[in-house]
Each structure stands twice: as structure tokens, then as C-alpha cells.
């Protein structure tokens, strides 16, 4: 996945806890991007970022925030989850004019 | 309203076979235009970008075209493979930090 790694894989929790998301990159890739992913939907974005600790809103970011404190990890946090928010989620990094922009492999949460 | 439309929503073709799969959009100003392929269980991988100015280009198996008057696009798959099973994306970008993604077409490649 072009260098870019998602923890965890998989999540299960319960409604009203706090979840974070973490994602890695090696590519250097000023931009970041957390997306997710829901049946019947393309893939909606959450959050992004054009550099250290510089992020915006996409359009779905309630009930989410993100951090970036250094070039390579960009993390999601749900404040506290609920269970409209189970769905697959997608880190991507790139994206400036021309260049591809590469995906990691997902992290699979379900809010219970 | 800048959206992205693909069809079908899902098929099913023989191996060997070739299929054409669309999208249209309506997104303004056009920068350029992706297609990708999500295996299941995996992230999207990019297969092309086309800009306004070309209106074909290949990549191995797959050529995708693209008229940027009619807005409209295609991705044809020549010669499918079992390996070709998975969700084609088409994204289009009316700027760099913006992506619009259509909800995919569902490829089956049967034996």
C-alpha cells in the first residue's frame, strides 16, 4: 500500500468511548487524508491535512477530529463514538496536482 | 451540485471477456480525472489520471477514456481476468485537495 499503514486493523467498541485511528506514512507525502467508506456511498472525506499540525474540515467531520504533529502520522479520533460512525476507514496520503494519491488498506470499526 | 455518477452500479462478465464501465460527471472546474481499483478488503490503488487536455490512456489491460465536453468517461477492460474482481472508483478533481469519488462499479469475473 505504498508505504502507508493503518492501526489497527480492526476495532470493535462500544458506544461513548473514545476510538483513535492511527496513520503512518514513509513517503514523505505533504498531504493526508482520513476518508470513510459506507455501502452505497463513495468514499466521503472526514478530515485532511497539508502539513504539520495544519488540518481541515472535510464533509462529514462531525463527531471526529484529527492531529498531526509530525510530517509521517496522521491520527482520527472519535471523541466518543456512536454507532452511525461503524464503517470502514481509509487513510490516504499525495493528491497535489498530477500525482496519484495512495490508500492504506482500511481499518474495519464497528461501534456496538 | 458536483457529483459523480458511474454505471453499473455492479457486473458480472466471463473471464476472457471484455467490459466498458462509465461515469459521468458533473464537477466544475475539471482538473483531472482518476480511476481506481479497490480489491475487497484493501484500499483504493490508482489505475489512471487523465487530464482535460488527453482523451485516452492505457494502462496494461485497462484504457480509460475521457471527453471532457460531453463529461463523461469510460474505463474498458480488455481480455478480463479473475484478478480483474473487484470495485473500479472514478475521482474527479476540480482542484488539488479536493476529490469527488462516484460509488463504484462492482466487478465479478467469473470462470
Known amino acids: 500500500d505504498a508505504g502507508i499503514t493503518q492501526s489497527p486493523r480492526h476495532k470493535v467498541t462500544e458506544t461513548g468511548t473514545p476510538v483513535t485511528l492511527r496513520c503512518h506514512q514513509t513517503?514523505?507525502?505533504?498531504?493526508m487524508y482520513w476518508y470513510r467508506q459506507d455501502p452505497g456511498h463513495g468514499l466521503r472525506l472526514i478530515h485532511y491535512?497539508?502539513?504539520?499540525?495544519?488540518?481541515d474540515k472535510g464533509e462529514v467531520s462531525d463527531g471526529y477530529s484529527v492531529s498531526r504533529s509530525k510530517t509521517e502520522d496522521f491520527l482520527l479520533t472519535l471523541e466518543s463514538a456512536t454507532s452511525s460512525q461503524t464503517s470502514v476507514y481509509f487513510c490516504?496520503?499525495?493528491?497535489?496536482?498530477?500525482?496519484?494519491?495512495?490508500f492504506g488498506s482500511g481499518t474495519q470499526l464497528s461501534v456496538l | 451540485k458536483n457529483q459523480v455518477e458511474q454505471s453499473p452500479q455492479s457486473l458480472i462478465i466471463l473471464e476472457g471477456k471484455n467490459c466498458t464501465l462509465q461515469?459521468?460527471?458533473?464537477?466544475?472546474?475539471?482538473?483531472?480525472l482518476r480511476w481506481y481499483k479497490q480489491d475487497t478488503g484493501r484500499g483504493p490503488v490508482s489505475l489512471t489520471i487523465?487530464?482535460?487536455?488527453?482523451n485516452t490512456k492505457s494502462n496494461g489491460r485497462y484504457t480509460a477514456t475521457l471527453d471532457a465536453d460531453t463529461k463523461q468517461s469510460s474505463l474498458h477492460i480488455t481480455a478480463s481476468q479473475l484478478s480483474d474482481s473487484a470495485s473500479y472508483i472514478c475521482?474527479?478533481?476540480?482542484?488539488?485537495?479536493?476529490?469527488?469519488f462516484g460509488s463504484g462499479t462492482k466487478l465479478n469475473v467469473k470462470p
Open positions: 490516504a496520503a499525495g493528491g497535489e496536482v498530477g500525482e496519484k494519491l495512495f
Open positions: 513517503e514523505n507525502h505533504r498531504y
Open positions: 491535512s497539508y502539513g504539520v499540525k495544519d488540518t
Open positions: 461515469c459521468n460527471y458533473t464537477v466544475s472546474p475539471f482538473s483531472n
Open positions: 487523465m487530464t482535460f487536455s488527453e
Open positions: 475521482v474527479v478533481l476540480p482542484n488539488f485537495n479536493k476529490f469527488y
